[in-house]
């Protein structure tokens, strides 16, 4: 009898431990299901933090040179018209007046040149990246 029911004991006790191994597996797995949310959601966050940031450099990269371009075309504006006022000067001016205006295209040409090359020694012409 003290054997039956040791034995009916030991079947109780392991069934029970059956149970609460089975119970445990579930809290382990919803304790994972919720890590893996939060780092997900850390994660979704942090992604739209990065890409925000990008975009804010991009913007930034993009209206540099912009304004570098927009610099450019005006220099290129000033020489073409330097260079049609003299073709004109030169068909409809004495050689005085040629000259004289020659001296002064040059100098502004001059300080043109001297501006771009500043952009270059600046590194305002090195590729953005």
Do not use: W
């Not at 040179?65 to 927009?70: A, K, Y």
């Not at 502004?108 to 771009?116: A, G, I, S």
């Amino acid at each position: 009898m003290d054997l039956l029911r040791n034995i009916h004991r030991i079947k109780i006790d392991r069934k029970a431990n059956l149970e609460s191994i089975e119970e445990r597996k579930e809290l382990h797995l919803v304790e994972i299901q919720q890590t893996r949310k939060q780092i997900t959601k850390r994660l979704n966050k942090l992604e739209k933090e990065i890409i925000q940031d990008l975009e804010k450099k991009e913007c930034q990269c993009k209206k540099n040179i912009q304004t570098i371009l927009s610099s450019v075309k005006e220099t290129e504006n000033l020489i073409t018209e330097y260079q049609t006022n003299l073709q004109s000067i030169k068909q409809h001016a004495s050689d005085l007046q040629t000259f004289l205006v020659m001296r002064d295209i040059e100098i502004k040409v001059l300080e043109n040149e001297q501006y771009l090359q500043s952009l270059v020694e600046t590194g305002k012409f090195e590729p953005v990246d």
